[in-house]
């Protein structure tokens, strides 16, 4: 904290928002966004350079997605606390997010007062959710159904080479990105249309929009 500020960064592909974000917390006298990025890549540059308290970070960021940055973020900033702001409140995307090490998860839709309680909580050493979130939450913890092994779960791995191939990547690309050879790339890809019942990159697309796992348009 800088003079009893909180030091925020933010972290959306989605440039209007990311700056309507801005404009909110920097009305607030004990908040100082100290900077903003477009990508994951960005975000990591700039914590690096710049004392951060807490990263505010959208999940369907283009090329590294935001449980991948938060992963990055705390690799090498281990006491930064991280609050996910997403359009999205599937169970699944938060309880990823949360295992990641994120401290708080709001939705886009609650990203007002509910934003300010997350920052002011978080940086007390809490963890916050927004109703919606906690509710969802709640109802994963509550649920001993098992799991439908009709659908497979994606690993955290398949999920990055499917966001990229979604993104438009070649096999190559991914490979050169994630640091693994084409024939991995490959091997990742057809595991993932096998497990997703899918059969074409215009599928997996979809799949991945729809799922939140990229946004694409920004």
Do not use: W
């Amino acid at each position: 904290m800088n003079g009893g500020k909180i030091q925020v960064a933010l972290a959306d592909d989605h440039r209007m928002f990311l700056h309507a974000l801005r404009a909110m917390l920097e009305k607030e006298p004990g908040i100082e966004v100290i900077g903003v990025a477009g990508t994951g890549d960005e975000l990591l540059a700039l914590v690096s350079t710049k004392q951060v308290d807490i990263a505010c970070i959208d999940i369907g960021m283009p090329a590294m997605n935001g449980i991948e940055t938060t992963r990055r973020l705390l690799a090498i900033r281990p006491n930064l606390k991280v609050i996910g702001v997403s359009a999205f409140s599937d169970r699944q995307f938060v309880l990823d997010l949360l295992n990641a090490g994120a401290k708080g998860y709001v939705t886009k839709a609650e990203a007002g007062e509910e934003l300010l309680r997350a920052i002011h909580t978080v940086q007390q050493g809490k963890t916050y959710l927004c109703p919606d979130v906690a509710a969802t939450v709640a109802s994963a913890l509550l649920d001993n159904t098992p799991r439908d092994t009709s659908m497979p779960r994606v690993t955290a791995r398949e999920r990055q080479v499917l966001q990229l191939i979604a993104e438009g990547h070649t096999s190559g690309r991914i490979a050169e990105r994630l640091h693994l050879a084409a024939s991995t790339v490959e091997v990742h890809r057809r595991n993932i249309m096998r497990k997703l019942d899918l059969h074409s990159v215009a599928e997996l697309t979809k799949y991945a929009i729809r799922n939140g796992i990229t946004t694409i348009s920004g």
